[in-house]
C-alpha cells in the first residue's frame, strides 16, 4: 500500500503565507503526478496545483491561485510543496495530497489520497 502524510496546515490572517508538504511513502514504483485538491464546507472537492516528476517538473494552477501560490517536488523524497502565499479567506479549506503512480512497473496505475489538512484564513 502507499501512504501519503500532509504536514503545514494551521491558521493564518489574509494576506500570510503557509507550506504544506506531503510525503508518499510504502509499495512506489514510480510516481508520475503529485498535488493539491481542496474541499471548503459545501463545495466540491477541486484542483489547486499538480507537478509531473518526469523531466523538470510539469505544472498546472488554478486560475483561482495562479500567482500566490507555487507547487514544487522533491523526486529523490517523494516529497510535494505548495507554498501558499498572499492568502485569502476563500482559500479557507481542507487540503489534500494526491498522487498518481505505478506500485511495480507492471503498468497498472494507482491514485492515493492523502488524509487531508485544515487550512484556515481568516483575521
Known amino acids: 500500500q502507499v501512504q501519503l502524510v500532509e504536514s503545514g496546515g494551521g491558521l493564518v490572517q489574509p494576506g500570510g503565507s503557509l507550506r504544506l508538504s506531503c510525503s508518499a511513502s510504502?509499495?512506489?514504483?514510480?510516481?508520475?503526478?503529485m498535488g493539491w485538491y481542496r474541499q471548503a464546507p459545501g463545495k466540491q472537492r477541486e484542483l489547486v496545483a499538480v507537478?509531473?516528476?518526469?523531466?523538470?517538473?510539469?505544472?498546472s494552477y488554478a486560475g483561482s491561485v495562479k500567482g500566490r501560490f507555487t507547487i514544487s517536488r522533491d523526486n529523490a523524497k517523494n516529497t510535494v510543496y505548495l507554498q501558499m502565499n498572499s492568502l485569502k479567506p476563500e482559500d479557507t479549506a481542507v487540503y489534500y495530497c494526491?498522487?498518481?503512480?505505478?506500485?511495480?512497473?507492471?503498468?497498472?496505475?494507482?491514485?492515493?489520497w492523502g488524509q487531508g489538512t485544515q487550512v484556515t484564513v481568516s483575521s
Open positions: 510504502g509499495s512506489i514504483f514510480v510516481i508520475y503526478v
Open positions: 494526491y498522487t498518481h503512480l505505478s506500485r511495480d512497473g507492471t503498468g497498472s496505475r494507482y491514485s492515493y
Open positions: 507537478i509531473t516528476s518526469g523531466g523538470g517538473g510539469s505544472t
